[in-house]
């Protein structure tokens, strides 16, 4: 229980960080562009919330577009339609007219050689601010039936299109960083979240790149030196979002799991 609790408060003080960035971005389910007429090249499809966004790195530096890099090697005239929308759910996901929406259009065109899709860390912060563990497990709940959702509609879309999820690292805020015993509570938390979307992403056998590990995995210390590394968590100005460093490890993450998309 006081394991729980010290995660629980790990996880208010991320969403607290976090809080002012939410506020100013488009609210979740909102697209922050126009979706683009259907792509005739192939194309690259990115889904998901801030990270997908490129929160925390210039523009053109976040990993959907080191991503998109990397598939140019392969296939030089590949497309990028990026439809990641900062502070999305995996609820909020299934709004009319929002990114998932717009994701199948695209894939009915036939045009999309990958997915790739990261989601469901947003869906928790509620209850880490209301410190309910109660909350924190139906969320858990919601997560695994609207992920399957989300990823059942892109098959039907597309069922033949390769997609890949990722799991979630823990940014540390600042007043945990020294007591390790703390960092491991947390860490337990984020492992009950990220094993949950590893069961639903095997379940449609999708692959899922250990973006948890390019951060630390599950050792305390190294999370701790990869939180101040790959975020701004340990800078005056706090954000639980990565910086270009971050995003090269979570790029770095997916490019090693990727299918042949050629």
Same mark, same amino acid.
């Given at each position: 229980?006081?394991?729980?609790?010290?995660?629980?408060?790990?996880?208010?003080?991320?969403?607290?960080?976090?809080?002012?960035?939410?506020?100013?971005?488009?609210?979740?389910?909102?697209?922050?562009?126009?979706?683009?007429?259907?792509?005739?090249?192939?194309?690259?499809?990115?889904?998901?919330?801030?990270?997908?966004?490129?929160?925390?790195?210039?523009?053109?530096?976040?990993?959907?577009?080191?991503?998109?890099?990397?598939?140019?090697?392969?296939?030089?005239?590949?497309?990028?339609?990026?439809?990641?929308?900062?502070?999305?759910?995996?609820?909020?996901?299934?709004?009319?007219?929002?990114?998932?929406?717009?994701?199948?259009?695209?894939?009915?065109?036939?045009?999309?050689?990958? #997915?790739?899709?990261?989601?469901? &860390?947003?869906? /928790? !912060?509620?209850? $880490? %601010?209301?410190?309910?563990?109660? @909350?924190?497990?139906?969320?858990?709940?919601?997560?695994?039936?609207?992920?399957?959702?989300?990823?059942?509609?892109?098959?039907?879309?597309?069922?033949?299109?390769?997609?890949?999820?990722?799991?979630?690292?823990?940014?540390?805020?600042?007043?945990?960083?020294?007591?390790?015993?703390?960092?491991?509570?947390?860490?337990?938390?984020?492992?009950?979240?990220?094993?949950?979307?590893?069961?639903?992403?095997?379940?449609?056998?999708?692959? #899922?790149?250990?973006?948890?590990? &390019?951060?630390? /995995? !599950?050792?305390? $210390? %190294?999370?701790?030196?990869?939180? @101040?590394?790959?975020?701004?968590?340990?800078?005056?100005?706090?954000?639980?979002?990565?910086?270009?460093?971050?995003?090269?490890?979570?790029?770095?993450?997916?490019?090693?799991?990727?299918?042949?998309?050629?």
């Amino acid at each position: 229980m006081r394991g729980r609790t010290l995660a629980l408060a790990a996880l208010v003080s991320v969403a607290t960080a976090c809080s002012a960035e939410r506020a100013a971005a488009p609210g979740p389910g909102t697209p922050s562009s126009p979706a683009p007429p259907p792509s005739e090249s192939p194309t690259y499809l990115a889904l998901g919330d801030s990270l997908a966004a490129g929160v925390g790195a210039p523009a053109g530096e976040g990993y959907v577009d080191l991503v998109h890099a990397g598939l140019r090697e392969e296939l030089p005239d590949v497309d990028l339609l990026s439809f990641g929308v900062s502070g999305e759910t995996t609820s909020s996901m299934l709004t009319p007219g929002g990114q998932l929406e717009r994701a199948e259009e695209a894939l009915r065109s036939g045009e999309v050689r990958l #997915v790739t899709i990261d989601i469901g &860390a947003n869906d /928790g !912060l509620g209850c $880490a %601010l209301a410190r309910d563990e109660a @909350c924190v497990e139906g969320t858990l709940d919601a997560v695994r039936a609207n992920l399957a959702t989300v990823l059942e509609r892109i098959r039907t879309a597309d069922p033949d299109v390769p997609v890949v999820g990722t799991d979630y690292y823990l940014p540390v805020p600042p007043q945990l960083q020294d007591d390790p015993s703390q960092v491991a509570a947390a860490l337990d938390v984020l492992q009950h979240l990220n094993d949950t979307l590893a069961d639903v992403y095997a379940e449609y056998d999708v692959p #899922v790149a250990p973006v948890s590990d &390019a951060f630390g /995995g !599950l050792d305390p $210390a %190294l999370v701790v030196e990869r939180t @101040c590394a790959y975020t701004s968590m340990c800078s005056p100005a706090p954000d639980i979002h990565p910086n270009p460093s971050g995003h090269a490890a979570i790029a770095g993450a997916l490019l090693a799991v990727l299918p042949d998309v050629g």
